[in-house]
């Protein structure tokens, strides 16, 4: 018999999914510093940086996405697909995990398929409002599903879902102001606007800061950290640098998200699922300008709370490059404000999200032990 439960992770292609995955990873080893964890995800993603990162092994499945318009990538698919179910069922037979976790991307997809075949129990963790379609072509086979937003809902089986919000990285909160400053070389006397384009970046969101940052930097006062997304630095830096903007730090991606936050007084930031609820949990007022991209709208949905509840400020993405200058410094100078804000942003907060996941993984596995 087993004495350690083993829980095998399924998350990837962006930030969104692999980050509370790498949350609810961290609180089952908090929770139980025996349990055995592995990570499966895509060698050409993230996740195949950032699950070793935070301390934990990964399998590589060859999955991709099904492109919704035409493309040549398309006959590839059915190939992918069948050597990805090939590698599921081998990492599943030799890890035997208690518990399969999806936290979405498409990788969860043939893993969570095949454990479903193999009758092992699997747990759904969605991020968004709108589940994405690997969580909800897998909700039929789950025995639980954790939510953040109630809209979610209405597009998985209600008698399995529960709503905790979702898992963030207990790491990002606690980072001390003054050392964060430090950190980014700025001073304590300029306020400072992080600046964030979700995971992979934003082009909208660096255009409209390309055509405001001198007037954010100079004539505000601002010191700044650009998030600008891996594929759009090069381009930028070059065209940036040359402006000389001492206090601005453009960054393809930042490492030290809770320095980040904590020297942060404004936030402007895509309106992804975990970005949201990464800015209640370190309180950060906030200018959430959503994607217009992405599937459901889901990014105005998420939103949504934020801004009912006087969190966040939303920003249209057409309408950022014109008005963004002018609402950061009404924003950022109006200290009683910031402070309604912030507590408004922390009254939504679920900072148990991934304890609460936590736990009821491992009751799932120890009867399977
Ligand atoms: C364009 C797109 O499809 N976006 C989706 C993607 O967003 P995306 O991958 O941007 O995800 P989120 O906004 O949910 O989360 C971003 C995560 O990356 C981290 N981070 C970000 C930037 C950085 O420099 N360093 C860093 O560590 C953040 O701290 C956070 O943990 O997944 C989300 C969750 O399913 C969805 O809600 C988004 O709609």
Redesign the pocket.
């Known amino acids: 018999m087993d004495k350690n439960p083993r829980i095998l992770l399924a998350a990837g292609g ?4 692999v ?1 509370p995955a790498i949350a609810i990873a961290d609180a089952l080893k908090k929770e139980q510093a025996e349990t055995e964890i592995l990570f499966v995800g895509t060698r050409d993603h993230m996740e195949w940086q950032a699950v070793p990162k935070a301390g934990y092994d990964i399998r590589n499945v060859w999955i991709s996405g099904f492109h919704r318009r035409f493309t040549l990538k398309n006959l590839l698919f059915p190939v992918k697909l069948m050597t990805s179910i090939v590698q599921s069922l081998r990492i599943l037979s030799s890890y035997k995990p208690h518990v399969v976790v999806s936290c ?1 991307g498409y990788v969860a997809g043939p893993v969570g398929w095949v454990a479903g075949k193999k009758g092992i129990p699997i747990v759904i963790q969605e ?2 409002s709108f589940p ?1 379609v690997t969580n909800r072509l897998l909700a039929k086979f789950a025995t639980k599903i954790f939510t953040a937003f109630k809209e979610a809902d209405r597009y998985l089986p209600e008698d399995k879902t529960e709503i905790t919000g979702n898992p ?2 207990a790491t ?1 909160t606690g980072a001390d102001r003054s050392k964060a400053l430090q950190s980014f070389g700025f001073d304590e006397s300029k306020p400072v606007l992080l600046v ?5 970046g ?1 082009k909208t969101i660096n255009e409209a800061m390309k055509a405001n940052i001198e007037q954010l930097h100079n004539s505000a006062g601002l010191q700044v950290i650009w ?1 600008c997304g891996a594929r759009y630095y090069d381009e930028l830096s070059t065209e940036v640098n040359e402006k000389e903007l001492e206090n601005l730090r453009l ?1 393809a ?3 030290n ?1 809770a320095e ?1 936050y904590a020297a942060a007084d404004l936030v402007i ?10 800015l209640m949990l370190t309180g950060k007022p906030s200018v959430l300008v959503p ?1 217009p ?2 599937a459901g709208d ?2 105005t949905q ?1 939103a949504k709370a934020m801004v009912d509840a006087g969190a966040s400020k939303l920003l249209e993405d057409t309408a950022m490059k014109e008005t963004m200058t002018e609402l950061v410094e009404q924003l950022i100078f109006d200290q009683e404000n910031l402070k309604r804000m912030n507590q408004a942003a922390l009254n939504l907060a679920k900072p148990d999200a991934a304890k609460l996941i936590a736990k009821e993984i491992l009751e799932i596995a120890k009867s399977k032990l």
Request: some cysteine.
């Open positions: 962006t930030g969104g999914h980050y979405g991020q968004n994405g963030t990285r990002l964030m384009g979700g995971s992979g934003a998030q960054t991606f930042l490492d998200m980040a930031s895509r309106a992804g699922a975990s970005s949201c609820s990464e994607s991209n992405v889901h990014q998420n």
